[in-house]
């Protein structure tokens, strides 16, 4: 199947210092990338959709500043979390839409975010 | 709003023992649904889907049926194996993103 990768799969940062996170499609194109964020024993939050070449559309309550997204690349994507404070320690999934049905997405592994 | 209600972990049973997962869902009209299934260290994968009531998904021996009339679609094994030890999420899909349960960790004795 197809697989999505993510980089780094851990990250330990001080606080008030920036994260990027890359999530790549390495077997096909993705127009479309959701970054999720998972709380323990908590569901899958979408944070928001990234349109490969276009401004990323986040969910209600998302903070569009501090969580920014660029989608470059039709097998790339990147989430920095800017100015990480110890509330932004969180495990962070990326999926790319291979097609336009939603049950295309294939999920990356995710990243453990830790600030310290 | 559309949400996926599915029950807490976690789950331990014996090899061979029969699985159900519980899911209900919340939603305005009529969803597909979807399980998908984590193992340690590796991303979500789908694992079954249903798109209309009465549709029954099945993948590597587990089955869920879509039931309209109580919004359900709970997840069943016949008879499990250690290799099905992972997280399970059941999911929806709501205005084309997909809305997740908060996932079931299953445990399986040898």
């Known amino acids: 199947g197809a697989v999505v990768s993510q980089h780094p799969s851990r990250v330990i940062c001080k606080s008030g210092t920036s994260v990027k996170i890359e999530c790549r499609s390495l077997d096909f194109q993705a127009t479309t990338m959701f970054w999720y964020r998972q709380f323990p024993k908590q569901s899958l939050m979408l944070m928001a959709t990234?349109?490969?070449?276009?401004?990323?559309?986040?969910e209600q309550g998302v903070e569009k500043d501090k969580f920014l997204i660029n989608h470059a690349s039709l097998t790339l994507s990147t989430l920095t979390v800017t100015s990480a404070h110890p509330e932004d320690s969180s495990f962070y999934i990326c999926s790319a839409r291979a097609g336009a049905r939603a049950d295309t997405q294939y999920f990356g592994p995710g990243t453990r975010l830790t600030v310290l | 709003g559309d949400s996926v209600t599915q029950m807490e972990g976690p789950v331990t049973l014996s090899e061979e023992a029969f699985l159900t997962i519980n899911c209900t869902y919340t939603a305005t009209g009529y969803p597909s649904l979807f399980w998908y299934v984590q193992y340690p260290g590796e991303g979500l994968q789908l694992l079954l889907k249903?798109?209309?009531?009465?549709d029954k998904g099945s993948n590597k021996g587990f089955e869920a049926t879509y039931r309209k009339e109580t919004t359900s679609f709970h997840l069943e094994k016949g008879s499990v194996q250690v290799s099905d030890s992972a997280v399970y999420f059941c999911?929806?899909?709501?205005?084309?993103?997909?809305?997740f349960g908060k996932g079931t960790r299953l445990h399986i004795l040898p």
């Open positions: 990234s349109n490969e070449g276009s401004k990323a559309t986040y």
């Open positions: 249903a798109t209309k009531a009465d």
């Open positions: 999911a929806l899909n709501a205005d084309d993103k997909i809305i």
